[in-house]
């Protein structure tokens, strides 16, 4: 029998090798996203987001003035009162504690048992033991890790779930909580990097809420000058394409009467004044002629009373189009997160300074009429108010409380209204 036809193993082996060479070669050679795609097809899992995430330290616009005429020390300290974190442990809502962080931040020790203070607020976020001690095993986890390399947020209507997609994360960056936070699930520990990374991938321009989508990507992104990347679908994703969907539609569309998406689109715009290249020139002209006309309809909508209305987009028809039944607690979300996106914006964007001034007296005395117990059941607005009225001292909820209460060890706590206010 002949053997000459015979492939000898050293040939097979070399020819293997050739072969695992350029397959090497030419995974490399194609871009990440593709081989992220490609991986996860073969591991039937979505694919992460293109983008390297090297920064974990978050920042946010600071405020721009310190005004007392706006807001004096004792009318901030009533505010600040109102807005103390007092909720019961047992089925604590998300939304609430998601508000109370982003106001206090995650560092503030409240030296009243009562009161929730901010690493206990973190944990209870992101550690689904403490969400547990809460809602009990029955309830659904907020954190769902979906697969070996991301957990999503579950948000919902319902009161034991985050009210607003990506709300959670936005609030834990105003809060300055890190990305390397330690973040603890059934399945396994992680961070706070790979909920980041979830939200990147997850994220979709047409989504009917991206308000806080935008704001926890700008704080986590900015610093290290990422302004686009490519989500699970490989469909691109930018700064630019983030504010012109914000800026989309009119104006009272949107989350909060439509002013969140304000407040979103003049952090863009502060951050890309301080950090550069998260926003083109042309759509930065586009924000900023968007704010100017948001700054012309609330001084034709401002109430004389100070307040502006939940109909602040219909400007100088504001009145005549006002609603007969009203709800008050409207007013107190449209005037506070004006006040809030006020505060981070240039003189340019105000209206006249007497209008901020009057807006912010009317809100006070809101609060100083509003029983306790009626604030707290409004808690998400009027957490606003105090962390909008703190950015025109230009101080934090934090810092100021803890400051004030050190100057004044004896002061009265602040007495309840004795009559409920109505609308009148």
Avoid at 84 to 90: E, G, I, M, T
Avoid at 98 to 108: D, M, P
Avoid at 299 to 321: C, H, K, L, T
Wanted: charged fraction near 25%; aromatic fraction near 8%.
């Amino acid at each position: 029998m002949s053997h000459r036809n015979r492939i000898s193993p050293v040939a097979v082996c070399g020819v293997q090798l050739l072969v695992a060479v350029a397959f090497t070669a030419g995974w490399f050679l194609l871009p990440s996203g593709d081989r992220h795609r490609i991986q996860a097809e073969l591991t039937a899992a979505r694919p992460m987001a293109e983008v390297q995430i090297s920064n974990t330290i978050p920042v946010a616009p600071k405020s721009l003035y310190n005004d007392p005429e706006v807001i004096s020390d004792e009318d901030l300290a009533l505010v600040l009162h109102a807005i103390l974190p007092r909720f019961s442990h047992q089925e604590l809502k998300p939304n609430f504690v998601e508000h109370a962080l982003r106001a206090w931040g995650s560092e503030i020790e409240f030296t009243n048992d009562e009161l929730i203070s901010g690493p206990g607020m973190t944990d209870y976020l992101l550690d689904t033991g403490s969400y547990i001690a809460s809602w009990g095993t029955d309830s659904d986890p907020i954190l769902k890790p979906n697969d070996d390399s991301g957990i999503y947020v579950r948000w919902a209507s319902d009161s034991s779930a985050s009210v607003h997609h990506d709300h959670m994360l936005a609030s834990l960056a105003e809060a300055g909580v890190t990305l390397d936070r330690p973040v603890f699930t059934p399945a396994r520990q992680t961070t706070l990097r790979e909920i980041f990374a979830e939200s990147l991938r997850d994220f979709r321009l047409d989504e009917r809420e991206t308000e806080w989508s935008a704001m926890a990507f700008a704080s986590y992104l900015a610093p290290q000058h990422t302004s686009n990347w490519k989500n699970s679908q490989g469909r691109h994703i930018s700064f630019d394409r983030m504010a012109t969907r914000l800026m989309r539609s009119h104006k009272q569309k949107g989350v909060c009467l439509g002013i969140h998406r304000v407040y979103s689109l003049m952090m863009l715009v502060r951050l890309d004044n301080e950090y550069g290249d998260l926003i083109s020139d042309s759509t930065r002209d586009e924000i900023m002629e968007f704010l100017a006309d948001v700054r012309q309809l609330i001084i034709d909508a401002q109430d004389e009373n100070g307040s502006w209305p939940p109909n602040w987009p219909d400007g100088v028809d504001a009145v005549a189009n006002r609603d007969p039944n009203e709800e008050r607690y409207r007013r107190v979300i449209a005037t506070g997160h004006h006040l809030e996106w006020l505060a981070i914006a240039p003189l340019e964007l105000h209206p006249p300074r007497e209008d901020i001034i009057r807006a912010a007296q009317w809100i006070v005395q809101n609060v100083r009429d509003t029983p306790q117990d009626a604030i707290e059941s409004k808690y998400t607005f009027y957490s606003h108010v105090g962390n909008a009225l703190a950015l025109w001292r230009q101080t934090t909820p934090a810092e100021f409380w803890q400051t004030w209460r050190e100057s004044h060890p004896d002061a009265e706590l602040f007495p309840e209204p004795e009559t409920e206010v109505t609308d009148e």
